[in-house]
């Protein structure tokens, strides 16, 4: 908010009344003027208006939570846990997973021996190694494998094959171990 401009009772009313007409906190701001969406959205808050008194319009109409009383007093259906569960979180990343041939089963690429020389420690890890972390990192035996990374990936060849696998993959991975 600018300096000398105020929350006066006029601007206050002026808030609220916005706010349950259903406006955003963008456009609060801009009609306001000289404040900021944030301020406005403080001021919200701080005035205990987080409800809506009418949604906005072609806005689907959400059910009210229920109190700790009620949530007590009635055991919650299916569809209201369903309803409550968080929504998935997409994770993107910037680069896609580079093209391996087949990993072997599971058990074969957990049991590939590493030479105890090639395990660094992190004063001895260079831009070329792998840094696919081994042990406890709270014990002093704590190491990075130390390989020969693939160029541009921080791991060698046998690591990006656990840590890049394709989405198809691990969606099959996720099933047998029994997620959905």
Partial sequence: MEAGLSWTDERVDLLRRLWEDGQSASKIAAQLGGVTRNAVIGKVHRLGLAGRVKPLAGAPVV?????????????????????????????TSHRPAPDFPPAPPAAAVDTVPLAVSERVTIM?????????????????????????????????????????????????????????
């Fill in 63 to 91: 059910a009210r939570k229920r109190s700790a009383r009620e949530a007590e007093a009635e055991p919650a259906t299916a569809a209201e846990i369903a309803a409550e569960a968080p929504e998935p979180i997409a994770i």
């Fill in 124 to 180: 001895d890890l260079r831009e070329s190694m792998c840094r696919w972390p081994m042990g406890d990192p709270t014990t002093p035996e704590f190491r990075f494998c130390g390989g020969r990374s693939i160029t541009g990936l921080p791991y060698c060849t046998h690591h990006a094959q656990i840590a890049y696998q394709p989405a198809a993959e691990r969606k099959r991975d996720r099933r047998v171990a029994g997620f959905r």
